[in-house]
């Protein structure tokens, strides 16, 4: 058996304001915990040693509220167990409290107390009808409830110890308890008489469930067994092994056939109950398992541990569809709504968290090339329409139009940047760095107004007061100083520290001035020393760091400091008491900054991660991955809905934390089969689709635009067909399949035109005229065909790539092909080709810009730039005439599989996700702009319409869907 901790330490903060209530809740809580014997199997009055771990929060990425806390209670408690009323409109939670509490489903408030139990209460269950519910309780006793009015109906009394676990079969008749006792018992739910003992379990059951029918009844616990119970015969019929760990948790799939459990060895285990026997052990959890959740539909299997994160998977294919960091602790019980549509887990940091687990997605990031050296310093201007980026030495000064996707290079210093501000009204830009020295920028003209060169050291700090009309700096020379704008004299030099000054920030009414100190080549603690800006007189002093601080940031309403050390915490201060409010714990935060509506603190770290930190709370919301090292400075957008941050990576990535959701208009699922390629008529009044499963002859199969059925479906190919695509003229329909053939149909009737014999084939494209067709195919070679005729006009080899995606340009001059090797190799790499196609297939270009063989490629409108992805996960916009990249998508958790890039050039559609995803992006600038999700498997296919208001997708799931873009129509306007 694995001992677990028995002692939390939590840190203490002096709490000031209401804003903070949930906040303390979660950090200024009891360091003992009442009723601690439920962490592990040990008999009451068995000691055991103490252990200590510290609340190591971990960020969670998607949506999820705190319920509301219990104000009646003088200490939370910690949650071990949840149950969903039948109806959806409550849950049952209860714990160390002792008390069963009922709490509305959408409010998480508290409507009901259930009290009588004597000891800790450690398992809930609702009959069919919501209006009983039976607990479980370290007192020996399982209870029966009436749920509308809170009484007690009766106790079940027989277990000799602690019962652990209670199930209530589907048809409310039968209700089975398992204890420490090593015995399940069977009671009858309508009179409370025992029906059965039921022994043969080597240790403690923890945990029971009843198949849908009723008829079979699971039991699993500290011997590591699963054991199937034939009600009627009193015995158990079948016995699974294979875990290596106590069984913590155990669920039947709501068609009755398969089991799922949880254990302590750190696996999931699925089971075949027809066949007795394990299908399936899931892998992703680095600490014991201790809680379960499938939903209503037995699609989705959730299950959460001790390494602090709720997982996701795929229950019919065993993949992990997700992994969600959920809370400052580990995770002791989670439960689905009946409509599957929320989940609430509780924690022992004492917190019931209310989950949407169809919520936001963690936004891709976006890179911005153009740095030569290390990303230190960026920032917004105040209108939101550009950004600035600045770094070491041979790093230029950058900025970028956020509207046009422009990048201009502001300067090229000698000097490395440290950090660079701009003043409140846009006018002036501060910039520090690595030669002592301060300048000051004219942000309108971009030419030099003064530069200030009394500190004697790395000056790493600048801040502008609100008004604009001073400037702080702190240096490693130990110094804070401020300047005069207008008079460009020092006006002040405050008491040297004691320590290098790392961060500098005025407070935003300007009447407090902020310094932060550290010595990271020495280890030594930092502080924070905060002085009335106009009389230099110092209000206080900040300890309780012990390592360097390198982070500094005031709230926007002028409340609280956030400082982030080394020590690996980020400290929340009052401002009014300077007393520490709050501390929150991640490793190597670096840099902090706030929101501009003080919801969300931002800190970046060593590992580069960016975190996201709801502020009212103290729970992580979000981790943004991209930057592959440390973070030295982020920024929000003055909107809020974008953050910046610079690495040591050498890059500048940027996420959108306001995409949107768009949901499908229609979903067309009759007849379809494994799709890989959609395509619109020119018209836009038909859509055709290319059925390209492996096991079965290929079809063609044409819908008219809002038709539920089929018009036609286009037979002959003998394998799958992988491609398909309307001539502009909306003429010809063109096929490409497995089978080595490609089809010309009449796009109007159907009729068959040629069949191209052409070797082996991934995809076709039309020329914008409609007189060419280009072929690629995994034989390396390009063909160009006269489709009026089906003749061959001219054939080159690829190279020694795998080609594997083709697109014209606009002008038809040009064809793009793509592709890689044939097997993943250490030297693997993805092979752009630009083809010259007015006469003979000529190469114009070729570069290797991707890790891994590219799959998808689009022209923008104007045939400028050249979008690609594929087995490296990213994708990447080309620059045609100088094939530089101008900006990437990357950190996507699969494959690029399809792109499509809108009728006007404004959007981009991604497909990289295997759980069919979609994403939709800013083309100019990469940032992303909504989510479309609906699609269970890998979207293979997408096009836009030729009005560019909607946009199909097709799916290995074998459905197509359409998606009605009209909400992002401000984005997508001519």
């Excluded at 303390?24 to 915990?33: Q, R």
């Excluded at 160390?96 to 398992?123: C, F, K, M, P, Y």
């Excluded at 699922?669 to 959609?678: A, D, F, L, R």
């Excluded at 914008?768 to 390396?780: H, I």
Aim: aromatic share 8%.
């Amino acid at each position: 058996m694995m001992n677990r901790p028995v002692k939390m330490r939590v840190e203490r903060g002096m709490p000031n304001g209401a804003g903070y209530l949930v906040l303390l809740v979660l950090l200024t809580a009891p360091a003992t915990l009442a009723g601690t014997a439920f962490l592990d199997d040990t008999p009451a009055g068995e000691k055991k040693a103490d252990e200590e771990i510290i609340l190591e929060s971990e960020p969670a990425s998607f949506r999820a509220r705190p319920a509301p806390p219990d104000s009646s209670d003088s200490t939370p408690q910690v949650f071990l167990t949840l149950a969903y009323a039948p109806d959806g409109k409550t849950f049952a939670a209860a714990g160390e409290g002792r008390v069963v509490q009922i709490r509305d489903t959408e409010s998480g408030e508290i409507v009901r107390r259930l009290t009588g139990h004597e000891d800790v209460v450690t398992a809930v269950a609702f009959a069919p009808d919501g209006k009983s519910l039976a607990s479980a309780s370290y007192d020996k006793t399982v209870r029966l409830w009436d749920v509308p009015s809170g009484k007690e109906r009766r106790v079940l009394k027989g277990h000799a110890n602690w019962v652990f676990s209670v199930a209530i079969s589907s048809d409310g008749g039968t209700l089975a308890s398992g204890s420490y006792d090593k015995t399940i018992k069977v009671w009858d739910l309508a009179n409370g008489v025992e029906r059965a003992t039921l022994t043969g379990s080597g240790a403690a059951v923890r945990a029971l469930a009843f198949s849908r029918d009723s008829k079979v009844l699971a039991s699993a616990g500290s011997d590591r067994v699963v054991r199937l119970w034939d009600l009627d015969e009193r015995k158990a019929k079948a016995a699974l092994k294979g875990h290596k760990g106590t069984i913590r948790a155990l669920a039947f799939a709501p068609d009755g056939k398969t089991i799922v459990t949880a254990s302590e060895d750190r696996l999931i285990k699925v089971w075949d109950v027809a066949a007795e026997k394990e299908t399936r052990s899931l892998e992703g959890h680095t600490d014991l398992v201790s809680a379960l959740a499938l939903s209503p539909d037995g699609a989705r299997l959730t299950s959460a541990g001790w390494d602090n994160t709720i997982k996701l998977w795929d229950l019919a294919t065993g993949k992990e569809r997700g992994s969600f960091p959920a809370g400052n602790d580990p995770v002791t019980a989670l439960v689905y709504a009946p409509n599957g549509g929320q989940l609430v887990s509780s924690s022992l940091d004492r917190s019931l968290t209310i989950w949407s687990p169809d919520g936001a997605v963690v936004p891709a990031s976006v890179t911005l090339p153009g740095l030569n050296g290390e990303a230190w310093t960026v920032a917004f201007s105040t209108d939101g329409t550009k950004l600035y980026w600045a770094g070491k030495p041979e790093a230029a000064l950058l900025s970028r139009d956020l509207g046009s996707g422009r990048q201009h290079v502001l300067s090229r210093p000698q000097y490395g940047t440290n950090e660079l501000a701009l003043s409140a009204d846009g006018r002036l830009m501060a910039l520090c760095g690595w030669d002592n020295a301060i300048r000051v920028w004219d942000n309108r003209t971009g030419t030099l107004v003064t530069a200030f060169n009394r500190h004697t050291a790395n000056v790493r700090s600048v801040a502008f007061s609100p008004d604009g009309k001073t400037l702080a700096s702190g240096s490693w020379d130990r110094t804070v100083k401020v300047w005069d704008l207008d008079t460009q004299e020092e006006i002040r030099t405050f008491p040297e520290q004691n320590l290098p000054v790392t961060r500098v920030r005025y407070s935003p009414d300007g009447k407090l001035l902020a310094a932060a100190t550290g010595n990271w080549q020495r280890k030594e603690a930092g502080v924070v020393q905060v002085w009335d800006a106009s009389t230099g007189a110092l209000r206080g002093t900040l300890t309780g760091h012990t390592s360097h601080i390198s982070g500094l940031a005031f709230s926007p309403d002028g409340t609280m400091i956030a400082s982030a050390a080394a020590d690996n915490t980020i400290r929340c201060w009052d401002v009014a008491t300077l007393s520490l409010r709050a501390t929150l714990r991640q490793p190597g935060p670096v840099y902090v900054t706030f929101s501009p509506d003080g919801r969300w603190l931002a800190s970046g770290h060593y590992n580069g991660d960016v975190i996201l930190w709801d502020v009212s709370s103290g729970r992580k919301v979000a981790t943004l991955k991209g930057h592959a090292q440390m973070v030295f400075s982020a920024a929000f957008s003055p909107d809020g809905k974008t953050i910046a941050a610079a690495g040591k990576d050498q890059t500048v990535r940027l996420w959108n934390l306001g995409q949107r959701r768009i949901e499908s208009r229609e979903t067309l699922t009759e007849g379809i089969g494994e799709v890989w390629s959609v395509a619109w008529r020119p018209d836009g009044k038909a859509v055709a689709v290319a059925d390209g499963t492996f096991d079965a002859p290929g079809k063609v199969t044409i819908w008219d635009q809002g038709a539920k059925t089929a018009r036609s479906t286009l037979g002959g190919h003998q394998k799958g067909v992988g491609s398909v695509v309307y001539s502009p003229d909306g003429k010809l329909l063109a096929s490409s399949s497995w089978d080595q053939t490609i089809r010309l149909w009449d796009a109007e009737s159907g009729k068959p035109s040629h069949v191209l014999k052409a070797g082996s084939i991934t995809r076709v494209a039309f020329s914008p005229d409609s007189k060419t067709l280009a072929s690629v195919g995994e034989n390396m070679l390009v063909k160009l065909w006269d489709p009026a005729t089906g003749k061959e006009r001219a054939s080159v080899s690829g190279g020694s790539a795998r080609i594997q995606c083709l697109a014209f340009a606009p002008d038809g001059k040009t064809l793009a092909t793509g592709g890689g090797p044939f097997e993943d190799k250490v030297d693997s790499y993805g092979e752009i080709k630009l083809w010259s196609v007015e006469s003979e297939l000529t190469e114009l270009a070729s570069w290797r810009g991707h890790k891994r063989s590219i799959l998808a490629l689009a022209f923008t409108p104007d045939g400028k730039r050249l979008v690609a992805g594929g087995v490296d996960q990213t994708l990447k916009i080309w620059d045609i005439t100088t094939q530089r990249e101008q900006f990437a998508i990357d950190g996507n958790p699969a494959w690029v599989h399809a792109t499509a890039v809108s009728p006007n050039g404004s959007l981009l559609a991604l497909a990289a996700s295997d759980d069919g995803m979609i994403r939709l992006f800013d083309l100019a600038t990469g940032i992303e702009k909504a989510q479309l999700k609906g699609h269970a498997k890998p979207v293979r296919g997408l096009a836009f319409a030729p009005d560019g208001r909607t946009l199909v997708s097709g799916s290995a799931d074998r459905s197509v869907k359409f998606w009605n873009l009209e909400r992002l129509r401000p984005v997508d306007a001519n």
